[in-house]
Nanobody, 124 residues
Framework: QVQLVESGGGLVQAGGSLRLSCAASGRTISWNSMGWFRQAPGKEREFVAGITWSGDRTRYADSVKGRFTISRDNAKTTLNLQMNTLKPEDTAVYYC?????????????????WGRGTQVTVSS
């Protein structure tokens, strides 16, 4: 059983930056792609960014493109999300997840392991 634990969330002012990390433990996470999702109160969970196991390909939601950067260090079993120029609309619980496929996917149902989430709050 793979355990995913997010960290790095917090409260920041608009325009600021945060770096989220996701640590995997228990077992290796294999060659599957991984992604970051977020969920604001009263809203559906949405795809933020994805990355292949090797880190050679990435994909971003239009709302964060140019501001967020996803990266992965397989040797450290760590997934990161650098968030710059944060906006109040970025406020949400951010989740790290592992997919069931090799290619990056934005479909919620194609992810089988999830972290507990970390809160990101951006003030105006």
């Amino acid at each position: 059983q793979v355990q995913l634990v997010e960290s790095g969330g917090g409260l920041v002012q608009a325009g600021g930056s945060l770096r989220l990390s996701c640590a995997a433990s228990g077992r290796t996470i294999s060659w599957n792609s991984m992604g970051w999702f977020r969920q604001a109160p009263g809203k559906e969970r949405e795809f933020v960014a994805g990355i292949t196991w090797s880190g050679d390909r990435t994909r971003y939601a239009d709302s964060v493109k140019g501001r967020f950067t996803i990266s992965r260090d397989n040797a450290k079993t760590t997934l990161n999300l650098q968030m710059n120029t944060l906006k109040p609309e970025d406020t949400a619980v951010y989740y790290c997840a592992r997919s069931t496929v090799v290619a990056i996917t934005t479909n919620l149902w194609e992810y089988d392991y999830w972290g507990r989430g970390t809160q990101v709050t951006v003030s105006s």
